[in-house]
């Protein structure tokens, strides 16, 4: 144990990424919203855990250390699909920096340096191990981050309204129950709850593991049983367009450390919305922002332009306009506070017809210093074919050379387990109309596939195989993204390999 003197701080977050003071660090928004509150933050970016001195630097805080192992689960950033170290990586060697099991390796530390100090998790990787969960690298169900890690409380999602809740009610000496978009452990199971198989139910039976995984939804309260206590989920807390507006309406400087070199491409980005209604079944988007967009306002995000243009180092290109789907922007519906349903993109209601969005993309054209406003997130091809006139207001003006797409897959056997719509017609109607409105520009479609998804066998394999030698042979840039499926924790993707019900 160090020496306790107190560090000045009301939070301290630990995080496995450098921190950056920029709207898509994790921790640097975390940050920024504690500060807004009037909360004193220190941030301990990218820790060498095999230095735990590293872990006290900044004391004790008043209130709580915050624990993150950045944006990416530390496991996915360590090993490729195959489980191979990246650090040996023979195409692309990579180290981290951040330990296996960041989460836990840094709560061991923490708890060790500062017995007694409070504990909260938050960020990807305890967003996805919330709950007993299949994990691909030990090939065995392991239970809730939330009790390995011996955590106070876990965040889940993005987190600001969350953190700001827990410190303004450990400043005010009340207890953490019924935080919206927590999990915490209790040893009695409170009313109100929707039991799911317990852990060691899932652990013994793969159908219990699947009915778990039924059950997953980030707007239920759930409850889960591990030996004698339970693991209670309170639902996500509704996030609003004022709360989107806020929080990126906060004073960030954007400055990109040296160390974190991979946002500098995002340097001049602006988010324009939160969620995706596509519910990939490989994605972890719907554990983490949930299955309902909400939009920023429109001034509010042509407010963050016109600041952008002001910024000395802006040189008139915004990187990107987007979110998890740029094409999503505009897609909030009015009953969605409300509806049970789980599939808005299959529901006639949801609005797809992108005019927010072209309104939106042509105001941003017009502020004073902006040269080009580029959208580089990848958009949602199947949903854009509703809205033609979107695809042409895209490739006339917000289009840099390359256009990302994610079609995943052509098979329709693979399409539908991957709860992905598109297929080679759509890919084809799609590129068409693409192309048409490019003209003579030189702008090309950059494709990600995945390859072995659970029900994905040699058959589809090949079909897939000669649908990108098609696209190639067509003139298309050789198609460089092709990933290997990787049991994400928590997806329905990662169940149907786990339990192989996609057989
Ligand atoms: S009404 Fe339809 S679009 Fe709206 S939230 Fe429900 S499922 Fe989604």
């Not at 920023?296 to 995000?301: F, K």
Request: glycine share 8%.
């Amino acid at each position: 144990m160090i020496s306790e003197k107190g560090s000045g701080f009301d939070v301290v977050l630990v995080s496995g990424e450098p921190y950056a003071d920029h709207p898509l660090s994790g921790v640097g928004v975390i940050a920024r919203a504690l500060d807004a509150e009037g909360f004193k933050v220190g941030v301990i970016g990218r820790p060498d855990w095999r230095r735990e001195a590293d872990f006290a630097r900044l004391g004790r805080p008043r209130l709580f250390f915050g624990l993150t192992s950045g944006s990416v689960d530390s496991l996915l950033q360590n090993y490729t699909p195959l489980k191979r170290p990246r650090t040996r990586d023979p195409n692309a060697p990579h180290a981290s920096g951040v330990p296996d099991r960041a989460v836990l390796v840094y709560a061991n530390i923490v708890r060790r340096l500062f017995p007694g100090a409070m504990i909260v998790l938050g960020g990807v990787e305890a967003s996805l191990r919330r709950f007993a969960h299949y994990d691909a690298w030990e090939d065995r169900v392991r239970r809730s981050l939330l009790l390995d890690a011996r955590a106070d409380i876990l965040v889940y999602g993005p987190g600001e309204l969350q953190v700001v809740d827990i410190a303004r009610r450990l400043d005010e000496g009340r207890d953490l129950d019924g935080i919206a978009g927590t999990c915490v452990v209790r040893s009695a199971l409170p009313p109100g709850f929707k039991e799911i198989p317990s852990y060691e139910e899932v652990s013994a039976s793969k159908e219990k593991f699947g009915e778990a995984q039924a059950l997953f939804s980030n707007r239920r309260a759930l409850a889960q049983k591990h030996a004698g206590r339970w693991v209670l989920q309170y639902p996500a807390p509704e996030y609003s367009a004022e709360d989107l507006d806020r929080i990126y309406g906060l004073p960030f400087t954007r400055r990109i450390p040296a160390d974190h070199p991979g946002l500098e491409m995002g340097r001049f980005s602006v988010v324009t919305h939160r969620g995706c209604v596509g519910r990939c079944s490989f994605c972890a988007l719907t554990l983490l922002q949930g299955d309902r967009v909400v939009s920023r306002s429109e001034e509010s995000i042509l407010e963050e332009v016109r600041r952008l243009a002001r910024h000395p180092e802006f040189k008139g290109y915004v990187d990107d306009l987007g979110g998890p789907s740029a094409n999503m922007y505009g897609m909030d519906c009015p009953r969605r506070a409300t509806c049970r349903r789980d599939d808005c993109l299959a529901c006639p209601k949801l609005d797809r017809r992108h005019a927010r969005l072209i309104k939106l993309l042509r105001r941003v054209r017009e502020v004073p210093g902006v040269k080009k406003a580029f959208v580089r997130s990848g958009i949602r091809y199947d949903l854009a074919l509703e809205s033609p006139g979107y695809i042409e207001e895209l490739a006339r003006h917000h289009v840099s050379g390359l256009l990302k797409i994610a079609p995943e897959h052509v098979s329709p056997k693979v399409l539908k387990l991957m709860n992905k719509g598109g297929g080679k017609k759509a890919l084809e109607r799609f590129r068409a109309l693409f192309k048409k409105a490019s003209g003579t520009k030189k702008q090309h479609l950059k494709y990600y596939f995945m390859v072995a998804h659970p029900g994905a066998d040699d058959r589809e394999a090949r079909e897939l195989a000669a649908e990108v030698r098609r696209l190639e042979a067509g003139g298309e840039k050789p198609v460089e993204g092709v990933q290997i499926f990787t049991p994400t924790p928590m997806t329905r993707s990662a169940c149907m390999y786990w339990t192989e019900a996609a057989a």
